[in-house]
């Protein structure tokens, strides 16, 4: 080689690649002496690493020995697998819930369960419309998710029972306000098998759980 080579641009070349994941170039002005690859499962490392000697002979005008290439081959299936049942253990659910009208009040207890942690919230307000009482179980479901991320992220628009045939439907619609982000609204749903407000409270994690996940870094 005529100049020491950049090797940077080299790694970035062959990174480039098909299947590739990362790449080490060893070397200096001498030549080149050592590339190792972390790759996918998709090619076989022989046929990799003659295409990395292609790369280099053609881009590069550099010839390397196939034997300098050395290329590991790595899974992630069960890496994967892991995330993913890492995002199923810190879902938040529906832990437990309850609601009682004494005299003119309307009273609800909701628990949120995320991994091995139970978040509660209870309220209770004037025994009001139907409406007013979706909107407290569903005020109160975002109370817990918002414990889980210590800052009030969710707060509760509207919550809508609709009726289609032999099915009711709940959908709820919650706002996020975000201080590295603009305010967006999140729809979830849920259908009412015994009681609505049970309904209410699961259409509520339907809209935000992604959000949080996602607010989590999971």
Excluded at 76 to 95: G, H, I, Q, Y
Excluded at 131 to 140: A, D, G, I, T
Excluded at 143 to 148: D, E, K, T
Aim: proline share 4%; charged share 30%; glycine share 6%.
């Amino acid at each position: 080689m005529d100049k020491e080579p950049d090797l940077k641009v080299i790694e970035k070349a062959i990174e480039s690649l098909s299947g590739v994941l990362e790449a080490k170039v060893v070397g200096d002005s001498a030549g080149i002496y050592e590339i190792h690859v972390l790759s996918r499962p998709t090619k076989p490392p022989k046929l990799l690493a003659r295409d990395i000697e292609t790369l280099l002979k053609t881009r590069f005008q550099t010839e390397v020995d196939h034997k300098k290439i050395s290329v590991v081959s790595f899974d992630l299936d069960e890496e994967t697998e892991e995330k993913r049942a890492e995002s199923v253990t810190l879902r938040p659910v529906l832990w437990s819930w309850g609601w009682k009208k004494e005299q003119d009040k309307f009273q609800v207890l909701v628990e949120i369960k995320l991994g091995e942690k139970v978040y509660q919230e209870t309220g209770e307000e004037k025994f009001g419309s139907r409406r007013e009482r979706e909107r407290l179980v569903s005020r109160m479901v975002l109370q817990c998710l918002n414990q889980i991320i210590g800052v009030p992220f969710f707060s509760g628009q509207e919550v809508f029972i609709v009726d289609r045939g032999d099915w009711q439907i709940v959908l709820c619609l919650v706002d996020v306000r975000g201080s590295r982000q603009p305010a967006t609204t999140l729809v979830g749903s849920a259908l009412v098998k015994e009681d609505p407000y049970e309904a209410v409270a699961r259409a509520t994690l339907d809209a935000v759980n992604r959000k949080l996940i996602y607010h989590l870094g999971v």
